[in-house]
């Protein structure tokens, strides 16, 4: 994917905004205000799960992507491909989910596209939403400002998501049950923020989960990252299933988790307000920027090692988002 983004599309369509490769788009109109824009289309399966369905999945992903940059969400559209006999009590559940996501994450879905292909031109249901908000005079959460020094927090347990969809996916039992993270981010966020000029970088750990977050910070940054294995939160249950599967848990994807890099000075507080949020109560101090590797990350592990944190070859697990 990294690949045909940076060989195919971005060549064609290259431009300064999209060289970014942000959640969001950061536009500024004339009168000075600045807009997030984006997209995102939704081919889970199953579209049902554990903690969510595919239209919860829609909503919060692109209100997460608007708030990782800094946005206040606005509102929304809904671009739905149904396949030819998708069951019509399942498209119902789904549009309530949508429904109800839309008012936890305070956002109206205001415009929309609905299409029907033939039979075997689609698995059930594709779901696409795009987003627009407002961001803040002050608020810049893309990197640029990441200092040595800096402490990288985790909102609470990673994995939570692409293993409850595996477990589904795969029929496997377990004693207790796992569900998906995925829930709307803004609010936390929202909190988060108050740490004026505090809070310089914001990512959720979806595709990719935590290591693709923290090693595109390391590359744009050109600085290290140092993780303290011991210190990320992941659930007995995300391990037991990733030992099973052969899975590294950092590289499994969320979907109700950021990940923010805050001022040393600033540390303790984000931590607290993170914690004040009934989707932060489990967060962390994960780790901290330094001078070397430049460009890597290096995780200090629970037995006294270390190894470098790189990029996955490929993708872990199709289709979870």
């Known amino acids: 994917m990294g ?29 000075g205000e600045r807009l ?16 969510g369905d595919i239209g919860r999945l829609a909503v919060s992903g692109t209100v997460n992507d608007l708030a990782m940059e800094g946005a206040r969400p606005l ?20 549009l309530r989910s949508v429904r109800d996501t839309a008012r936890e994450a305070g956002v109206s879905v205001v415009t929309g596209d609905t299409k029907v292909v033939r039979k075997g031109e689609a698995d059930g249901i594709f779901i696409n939403t795009s987003g627009i908000g407002t961001v803040a005079p002050g608020i810049d959460t893309s990197g640029e400002k990441v200092a040595v020094g800096d402490v990288v927090l985790v909102s609470g347990p990673i994995g939570d998501h692409g293993v409850a969809i595996m477990i589904q996916r795969e029929g496997l039992r377990m004693e207790s049950l796992l569900e998906s993270d995925v829930a709307p981010l803004w609010g936390l966020v929202e909190g988060l923020l108050s740490l004026s000029g505090g809070v310089s970088f914001l990512r959720d750990p979806t595709r ?5 977050v923290l090693t595109e910070l390391a590359r744009i940054t050109g600085k290290g990252v140092e993780l303290q294995e011991s210190q990320i939160p992941v659930r007995a249950e995300v391990r037991s299933v990733c030992e099973l599967l052969g899975l590294d848990p950092l590289y499994v994807a969320c979907e109700g988790r950021c990940v923010a890099v805050v001022a040393q000075e600033r540390a303790q507080e984000a931590l ?3 914690k004040a949020h009934p989707l932060g109560r489990q967060a962390r101090i994960i780790g901290r920027i330094l001078e070397k590797p430049p460009g890597h990350v290096l995780l200090r592990t629970a037995i006294g090692g270390s190894r470098l944190v790189q990029l996955p070859l490929g993708e872990q697990l199709p289709r979870i988002c």
Do not use: C, H, K, W
Request: no cysteine; charged share 20%.
């Open 3 to 31: 690949d045909l983004i940076r060989e195919i599309l971005l060549p064609m369509l290259d431009n300064e905004i999209l060289r970014r490769l942000g959640d969001s788009a950061v536009l500024q109109t004339e009168g």
């Open 36 to 51: 997030a824009f984006t997209t995102d289309s939704y081919v889970i399966s199953p579209i049902f799960f554990p903690g």
């Open 75 to 94: 509102a929304l559209s809904l671009g739905i491909i149904l396949e030819e006999g998708f069951p019509m009590e399942d498209l119902v559940r789904i």
């Open 208 to 212: 990719g989960g935590l290591a693709s």
């Open 272 to 274: 607290e307000l993170l």
